[in-house]
C-alpha cells in the first residue's frame, strides 16, 4: 500500500518556480492531476502557459525531480497536454492579481 497522497505530490510540485513570472506552477494552476498508483508510481499531468516555452524540458525535469525526491516514490511519469489550454483563470488569485498588472485588458 503506497502512502503517498495526491495532496503530497502537489505540495512537493509547488516547490517548482516558473522562472518566468516568479510563481510556482501549482499556484499557476499548471498542474492538472496527479495519479498515485499502489505500487507508488506517480504521473503528473500538467500543461504549461505556452505550447513555444524555451524552457518546456526542463520545467519537466524539475516537477519530475521534486516528485521524485518524496520518500518511496517510484517511477515517475510527467505528462504535458494541451487540453484544456491553459489561461489565467486557472491561477490562484494572487498570481492572478499579479499577473493582470502586467497584462493588457
Not at 498542474?31 to 524552457?55: F, H, Q
Not at 520518500?71 to 492579481?97: C, H, L, R, T
Request: net charge negative; aromatic share 6%; charged share 25%.
Amino acid at each position: 500500500m503506497c502512502e503517498i497522497t495526491k495532496e503530497r505530490v502537489f505540495e512537493a510540485i509547488s516547490t517548482v518556480i516558473d522562472p518566468e513570472v516568479g510563481f510556482n506552477l501549482v499556484e499557476m494552476g499548471l498542474i492538472y492531476d496527479a495519479i498515485v498508483e499502489e505500487s507508488c508510481n506517480v504521473k503528473v499531468i500538467m500543461t504549461l502557459s505556452t505550447r513555444g516555452c524555451p524552457l518546456h524540458q526542463m520545467i519537466k525535469m524539475w516537477v519530475q525531480e521534486a516528485v521524485e525526491k518524496i520518500d518511496n516514490a517510484g517511477i515517475v511519469e510527467v505528462d504535458v497536454v494541451w487540453e484544456p489550454a491553459w489561461n489565467i483563470s486557472m491561477a490562484d488569485d494572487n498570481v492572478k492579481e499579479a499577473l493582470a498588472g502586467g497584462m493588457p485588458s
